[in-house]
């Protein structure tokens, strides 16, 4: 029979990184019922940084679920909102937190699955190919891909109490993938995300840069709204498939960004097309026609249409994007004609919207 005493025994042997001392100690453990093999107890924090919450929880549950004995592990987060708001207060001014990061674009859409995450990636190396210093964000918590999609491994190492970012095709990355197992349901709250985010920028040892993409996830939750207010997003890439369900959710977003005063660099229909390899026919698989539709009615342009192809799926699922993978095929100048069209985008809004006073 598995006793409390176990349980926080096997508590003790993770550690906090920041206060450097065990969580029982330090008192967070609280809450503890061990009820039949069931085991559940809260993480009370305080001021953790969200990685270090990310971190703490992974491991308390996995100790926990080692222990002979133990059919069940809840861990609930709690705590930390009190510090995430005075954070809020006491922030800087906006562009303080990346002054060597010339454009930020986030890629966004209302919908998982419309292809986010592979928009982003090549996106990234495509402008990367232009001779340009690129960074991707991955602040999609719910769904952290980019690691895998970029065949990016490992733990971002630290230096001057500074984490730096892994590099991968030469596009410097930091995805909240490098510090939780793969498959870790977190559950994330509004504070959480907010102090993610607020981390993956302040904190992160980005270097000069032309380019920092974020890849958002999927709806109009508190990610889109924390990026928001902790930086000023130079624009946003919208992604949708062509068909008419997917565009419901994408004028959900579009209007949220609208309200938040990003401007909507633009439409990319993805999955637009399937072109059979064998005899060359043209057939769309998803419909036809609602990135215009949605081009129209928020008065932006189409900046691109990728065609549904299965290179750039596996390309994703081994980690070697398409622009890497076949960099001469159709697909891979479909991304270059976006990343052509969000540079100039980007260039010609950033000349009205933030205007260099000298
Ligand atoms: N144009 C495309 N052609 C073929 N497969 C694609 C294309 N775009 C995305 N995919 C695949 O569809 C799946 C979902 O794409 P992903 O980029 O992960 O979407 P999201 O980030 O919006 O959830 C992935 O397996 C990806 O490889
Ligand atoms: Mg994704």
Redesign the pocket.
């Known amino acids: 029979m598995i006793t409390e005493e176990a349980v926080l025994q096997a508590l003790r042997t993770v550690q906090d990184p920041g206060a450097g001392e065990d969580i029982v100690s330090l008192g967070l453990v609280q809450g503890m019922t061990v009820q039949d093999g069931r085991v559940s107890f809260t993480l009370q924090f305080t001021t953790q940084p969200a990685v270090a919450k990310a971190q703490i929880h992974s491991q308390a549950r996995k100790v926990v679920a080692a222990l002979a004995g133990v059919s069940d592990v809840k861990v609930a987060m709690g705590g930390g909102t009190q510090a995430a708001g005075r954070a809020t207060h006491a922030e800087p001014p906006k562009e303080d937190l990346i002054p060597e990061v010339k454009h930020t674009i986030a890629v966004s859409?209302g919908?998982?699955?419309?292809?986010?995450?592979?928009?982003a990636v090549n996106l990234a190396l495509a402008l990367r190919e232009t001779g340009a210093r690129v960074g991707l964000v991955d602040v999609?918590v719910y769904?952290p891909?980019i690691p895998l999609?970029m065949g990016a491994r490992g733990t971002p190492a630290m230096f001057n109490n500074r984490i730096i970012p892994v590099e991968s095709y030469g596009i410097k990355l930091i995805s909240i993938g490098f510090f939780v197992a793969p498959g870790e349901a977190i559950v994330w709250r509004g504070p959480m995300i907010h102090s993610a985010v607020q981390q993956f920028l302040r904190d992160v040892h980005w270097g000069e840069l032309d380019y920092l993409i974020f890849?958002m996830p999927?709806g109009t939750g508190d990610a889109q709204l924390s990026l928001s207010q902790v930086i000023p997003l130079g624009g946003v890439v919208m992604?949708t498939t062509p068909q008419e369900v997917a565009l419901l959710d994408v004028r959900k977003a579009v209007a949220m960004f609208k309200k938040l005063n990003v401007p909507i660099l633009g439409i990319v229909e993805?999955?637009s097309d399937f072109v059979c390899p064998h005899c060359g026919a043209h057939t769309p698989i998803f419909g036809e026609g609602g990135g215009a539709k949605i081009a129209r009615e928020a008065d932006v342009p189409v900046l691109a249409q990728?065609?549904?192809?299965?290179e750039?799926?596996k390309?994703?699922?081994e980690g070697e994007p398409i622009l890497v993978r076949k960099p001469d095929s159709a697909?891979a100048a479909a991304f270059r004609k976006l990343a052509a069209a969000v540079a100039d985008r980007v260039s010609t809004l950033s000349v009205f919207t933030l205007p260099k006073i000298t």
């Open positions: 859409s919908k998982g699955g419309v292809g986010k995450s592979t928009v999609d769904g891909d999609m890849d999927p992604v993805n999955m990728i065609p549904i192809d299965p750039t799926r390309g994703g699922d697909q």
